[in-house]
């Protein structure tokens, strides 16, 4: 049986906590803001009153194509992404924090 951890109220606002195994741990009151949580697993962590405003969990567009991926290009500014997929293309931006996907274009 696992024993369950508790980091309640615990503040470590800008860690980097990427790839911990935290399941189950008790964040109740926690402060997480603006931590880099790129791979965490989460799986039945309490997060009651959690403050994990601007966390960043390395999230990238739901990439979902019938052909094979051939080309990916992305901005310097990381704000756009470009896929090419045999005779379609896919273009996304980031705009407000969100991935948006724009019209696909369709080769000959």
């Not at 369950?4 to 009151?29: N, Y």
């Not at 603006?34 to 966390?55: E, H, P, R, T, Y």
């Not at 969990?57 to 992404?81: C, H, I, M, Y």
């Amino acid at each position: 049986a696992r024993t369950r951890l508790f980091f309640r109220g615990i503040q470590v606002p800008h860690a980097d906590l990427s790839m911990a195994q935290l399941w189950g741990v008790d964040f109740t009151g926690a402060n997480l803001r603006n931590c880099l949580l790129a791979g965490v697993k989460l799986s039945g962590a309490i997060l009651k009153g959690c403050d994990m405003a601007d966390a960043n969990f390395a999230q990238w567009p739901k990439l979902e194509f019938r052909n094979s991926v051939e080309k990916v290009a992305l901005t310097r500014d990381g704000t756009g992404l470009a896929v090419a997929c045999g005779v379609d293309s896919y273009v996304w931006w980031k705009e407000g924090g969100q991935w948006r996907q724009g019209p696909v274009l369709r080769g000959q």
